[in-house]
């Protein structure tokens, strides 16, 4: 699969006939909303858990020197807590630029966090049909696994147009601890980042 997937997304997964979408972030998505979005609500997805598998060649690295930023991948009785955005189909045209190094757009059930409040939208049982981004293993950038040391001295190293990737990991772990989940993949990349020596906090 090309690593530029805007075209793709919007072939596969056309979301006009739609007044509004909700949008899962797990990554840099929960604490860097720069798009306009009518509700927020922290939520889950089940079968899915966060990991610093993707390569990013234009936010946090170069082509010549990726970056790693999170993806998620299958894994049975674990669930992956994030912010939920409820968007209007337009908005997804800077979400597909956004989110163009490789990943693809798929519907799945979000479950709420929180009680919903008397004039949410959301189904009243708690689950609500979303979108979310996610890098498949097919895709040009994707990195795959790796040792977690390895992994945090490549985040330690790498920076591209949108910052240092070590400000990537080190803001997703705080907006995980402000949602009060325990990411162990995460706050050991983090534990690890910080332990180098030398290594700016950025």
């Not at 162990?184 to 983090?190: A, D, I, M, N, R």
Request: hydrophobic letters at 35%; aromatic letters at 10%; one cysteine or more.
């Amino acid at each position: 699969m090309p690593v530029n997937t805007i075209a793709l997304n919007q072939q596969r997964q056309p979301l006009d006939h739609l007044n509004t979408v909700w949008l899962f972030g797990y990554g840099s998505l929960i604490y860097k909303a720069d798009f306009p979005y009518l509700a927020c609500r922290p939520a889950c997805i089940y079968g899915w858990q966060r990991r610093f598998w993707q390569g990013s060649h234009d936010h946090r690295g170069t082509p010549e020197a990726p970056g790693r930023v999170v993806t998620l991948v299958e894994a049975a009785g674990k669930r992956c807590v994030g912010m939920a955005y409820q968007v209007t189909p337009d908005t997804f045209a800077h979400l597909d630029q956004r989110e163009k190094n490789g990943y693809l757009r798929f519907f799945t059930e979000l479950h709420w966090l929180d009680n919903a409040g008397p004039h949410s939208t959301a189904d009243s049982s708690g689950i609500e049909q979303g979108v979310v981004y996610i890098a498949n293993p097919d895709n040009a950038a994707y990195l795959g696994p790796a040792p977690e040391a390895v992994i945090a001295r490549q985040i330690a190293t790498s920076h591209g147009p949108s910052g240092p990737n070590s400000e990537y990991l080190l803001q997703l772990a705080q907006a995980l601890r402000q949602l009060n989940e325990q990411d162990e993949h995460v706050f050991k990349l983090e534990q690890l980042l910080l332990d180098l020596p030398q290594q700016p906090i950025a």
